[in-house]
């Protein structure tokens, strides 16, 4: 039966997308050249659709796989041909902003940086933040749990869900839209659908919360030779600012010299000389205040010998430039013939010698390229580009021991904000116990019996 047959009570003509249709669709944002192999597309408007949608799945026994903004980096959207895909790009509507309880009300399909602008309009802050912000959707950043430069301060994105509403695979719709920071009573069930990667629910609709949005931004590029200076800057940097420290992120060498080679827009602020670069952020309430409390505590850290060299943004032109630095990846995906991604979790003063040495255990594998590694080194998350000669099975697991191997005996993640999707499920057991994954299993099992949503994906 086609889909324009199945679907045709619940979803207009124009939503159902099937055949030729799908020729122009993909993914994901990195692969628009390979057109999308499913069943149909579907472009719900509203949680009723999907209810309805999820419905007739259950009952012909349909899989289900859900796109939002398609940059996931674990494979959590690729399909097989059989699926029926259900794109959240028309559940776009900003619902509510209520200043007061200082709370955004979005459907799932709202891309994120349409989520910072409005609500920067009413002078509040959503401090979610990474470099995909224009393309991911809502819906996919709450289910993949994504984090991004300012986990230090304001945490996942788990922690700035308030409200939820999800359809589980039976087409029964679970909402829990409060507006409410306390709510203990009982089981928190929206925490089940955040970062479960679409396969026990789909996520509609949330309720976000908002921070007043900051007065000042202050940020500095420093310099260091030694990993365990950039922990006691981190430190000095984080007890001076009295909570005002919003962003640390560190960049190595090698990495950083090609992340600033390409053009002026991302040209160094400091010279090649040196080990280690940290990007440093301070989010404030008074700019001229803030900046000379910034100033003063770097001038401290450089007479006192806590750091070699820094470089002070002097305008929010300049902050722009530093953050396109960290943010402007692809700057490093455009030098390699093939790449491979990594996004590790691990304590943070082992970060410096575990890193040295997959640096020098990768140097010796054949087939690898380049290497470069930076991250939110103040949440203990590195992320690794691997450039390689080739796309071998062979190698790809080479690389992949490589960077995995010593993660579970140190107590560390093979992903920190990525999630599991399908490229890391060989490797789960690395940082989950045998009795976590049986229960992970056992959810999975209670809420999704058929094993229809997002199939494949995790286990």
């Known amino acids: 039966m086609l889909a324009s047959q199945l679907f045709s009570h619940c979803l207009k003509e124009e939503q159902i997308l099937e055949k ?46 859900v796109h939002g903004g398609l940059t996931n980096l674990v494979g959590s959207t690729e399909t097989t041909g059989n699926e029926v895909v259900i794109s959240t790009e028309r559940l776009n509507k900003i619902e509510e902003i209520d200043t007061a309880s200082r709370t955004i009300t979005v459907q799932a399909g709202v891309i994120l940086e ?45 922690q700035l869900v308030l409200g939820l509403e999800a359809v589980t695979a039976n087409g029964t719709v679970i909402s829990s839209m ?66 005002k420290l919003s962003g640390f992120e560190l960049i190595w060498k090698n990495s950083y010299e090609k ?20 990007l440093i952020e301070a989010l404030g309430s008074h700019q001229i205040n803030d900046q000379a409390e910034f100033q003063n505590l770097l001038e401290n850290a450089l007479e006192n010998e806590m750091i070699l ?17 960290r943010e402007d990846v692809n700057n490093l995906v455009d030098l390699m013939q093939h790449d491979q991604h990594f996004d590790i979790s691990l304590p943070i003063p082992l970060i410096g010698s575990y ?18 590694a930076f991250g939110h080194v103040a949440d203990g998350n ?16 080479e690389i992949d021991y490589c960077i995995y191997d010593g993660l579970k005996a140190i107590g560390g993640s093979v992903s920190a904000e990525h999630g599991i999707g399908t490229h890391k499920k060989a490797y789960l057991e ?6 976590e994954i049986a229960l992970m299993r056992s959810l999975k099992s209670c809420m999704d019996p058929k094993g229809l949503l997002n199939p494949g994906k995790i286990f």
């Not at 890193?355 to 470069?372: C, D, F, H, N, T």
């Not at 390689?388 to 790809?396: A, D, I, Q, R, Y």
């Open 20 to 65: 030729e249709a799908l020729s122009n669709r993909y993914h994901h944002i990195w692969h628009m050249d390979q057109s999308l192999k499913a069943f149909c597309v579907l472009l719900p408007e509203n949680t009723k659709q999907v209810s309805d949608i999820i419905k007739v799945c259950d009952r012909e026994e349909l899989p289900v796989v």
């Open 114 to 158: 349409h989520i910072h602008d409005a609500v920067l309009e009413k002078e509040l802050l959503f401090p979610l933040n990474f470099g995909a912000r224009g393309s991911a959707q809502i819906g996919g950043v709450i289910s993949t749990n994504a984090g991004g430069l300012r986990v230090l301060k304001y945490g996942m994105a788990r």
């Open 178 to 243: 409060k507006k409410i920071i306390k709510d203990n009573s009982a089981y928190d069930l929206k925490q089940l659908f955040i970062g479960s990667e679409g396969t026990l629910g789909i996520i509609t609709r949330a309720i976000l919360k908002l921070e007043e949005a900051p007065k000042s931004r202050n940020a500095a590029f420093i310099a260091f030779n030694e990993y365990s200076s950039v922990v006691t800057f981190l430190k000095f940097m984080d007890s001076n600012l009295a909570g």
């Open 259 to 278: 992340m600033t080679c390409v053009s002026d827009a991302v040209k160094p602020p400091l010279p090649y000389d040196y080990k280690y670069y940290v």
């Open 309 to 325: 060299d820094a470089v002070m943004a002097q305008s929010p032109s300049d902050v722009a430039w530093f953050f396109r630095i």
């Open 355 to 372: 890193i040295a040495a997959r640096y020098e255990s990768l140097a010796l594998i054949k087939g690898v390229e380049e290497i470069y």
């Open 382 to 397: 590195i992320h690794f580009m691997i450039g390689k000669s080739n796309l071998s099975e062979g190698l790809k697991k």
């Open 430 to 435: 690395l940082c989950r116990t045998p009795e």
